[in-house]
């Protein structure tokens, strides 16, 4: 794990290209430049569990879904 260079590459790129699938590079809160409140505080890292890490994710798919049509489907690594 660590901060997000850019979407992914390689083999993940070209069964994008072949699916014709979007790739989308999510950068979890507490790695690069998302770390809330830009401290390593108690009350900041309440949130580095995985339990909101899955919360952020599936936040983000329902924020995304709004803006789409209903037949797509989500793959997650």
Same mark, same amino acid.
């Given at each position: $794990? &660590? /901060?997000?260079? #850019? /979407?992914? #590459?390689?083999?993940?790129? $070209? %069964? !994008?290209?072949?699916?014709?699938?979007?790739?989308?590079? %999510? $950068?979890?809160?507490?790695? &690069? $430049?998302?770390? /809330? &409140?830009? =401290?390593?505080?108690?009350?900041? %890292?309440?949130?580095?569990?995985?339990?909101? !890490?899955?919360? =952020?994710?599936?936040?983000?798919? =329902?924020?995304?879904?709004? &803006? %789409?049509?209903?037949?797509?489907?989500?793959?997650?690594?």
């Amino acid at each position: $794990e &660590g /901060p997000c260079n #850019g /979407p992914p #590459g390689g083999f993940m790129a $070209e %069964l !994008a290209q072949q699916y014709k699938a979007k790739l989308i590079s %999510l $950068e979890h809160r507490f790695y &690069g $430049e998302s770390i /809330p &409140g830009n =401290d390593f505080s108690q009350e900041n %890292l309440k949130y580095l569990t995985v339990h909101q !890490a899955l919360a =952020d994710v599936a936040h983000f798919i =329902d924020s995304t879904n709004a &803006g %789409l049509a209903n037949n797509h489907t989500w793959v997650t690594f």
